[in-house]
């Protein structure tokens, strides 16, 4: 079946520092490809999309191209903030569903 | 605020009991999704609905689950003799119809501790 595989946390970096989180996708078909992130004590939001191979989702400075040679979708971003510590889901959308399917989250602390 | 609202946000009760959560979705969204996150996983779906029809329960929806959107608007999912392996955040999320509908815009979850 679909599944969503994301690298384990805690990922841990000092502020400014260059942060990855990978992130990669069994499906059929040509699925739809999200990052959400948690804050603490917060509901889940929708950080960026891409839904098509080769599209690049953008938001707030985080940035993911959809690469479906290697099916992943690997969130990065070049200088990360304090305020940006949260868990972080990458999550798929198979084209003729309307259920997401999630990774386990991967926790990020940012360290002044 | 005009995002998804969940009621109650906390919810203690002995195993056993009946449980209800509400969910109010965003104004004209006309699909509504459930989904439960146990500690340390991310959500897995659980059901969803257009307008008031339920078109998709997952097998995780026992028969002790129910899910209702009577007129299309808020949405209820009441648990029956709830058991420990209960306890998880429930969420609820809902979307527009056409080109929109990827986008699922999710409340703050109600948290279900079973004692």
């Known amino acids: 079946g679909d599944s969503v595989t994301q690298m384990e946390g805690p990922v841990t970096l000092s502020e400014e520092a260059f942060l990855t989180i990978n992130c990669t996708y069994t499906?059929?078909?040509?699925?739809?490809l999200f990052w959400y992130v948690q804050y603490p004590g917060e509901g889940l939001q929708l950080l960026l999309k891409?839904?098509?191979?080769?599209d690049k989702g953008s938001n707030k400075g985080f940035e993911a191209t959809y690469r479906k040679e290697t099916t992943s979708f690997h969130l990065e971003k070049g200088s990360v903030q304090v305020s940006d510590s949260a868990v972080y889901f990458c999550?798929?959308?198979?084209?003729?569903?309307?259920?997401?399917?999630f990774g386990t989250g991967t926790r990020l602390q940012v360290f002044p | 605020d005009t995002g998804v609202s969940q009621d109650p946000r906390h919810k203690i009760t002995k195993r056993g009991q009946n449980v209800t959560f509400r969910c109010d979705p965003i104004s004209e969204h006309n699909r509504l999704y459930w989904y439960r996150q146990t500690l340390g996983q991310g959500p897995e779906f659980l059901t969803y609905f257009q307008n008031e029809a339920q078109l998709e329960k997952s097998r995780l929806l026992s028969d002790r689950f129910s899910a209702e959107r009577p007129k299309g608007s808020f949405s209820t999912l009441e648990i029956q003799r709830t058991e420990q392996g209960d306890s998880a955040m429930y969420l609820c999320?809902?979307?527009?119809?056409?080109?929109?509908?990827?986008?699922?815009?999710f409340g703050p979850g109600t948290r279900l501790t079973v004692t």
């Open positions: 891409a839904t098509k191979a080769d």
């Open positions: 999320a809902s979307t527009p119809g056409g080109r929109e509908r990827y986008e699922q815009y």
């Open positions: 999550a798929l959308l198979r084209y003729n569903t309307d259920k997401l399917i």
């Open positions: 499906a059929t078909g040509y699925p739809s």
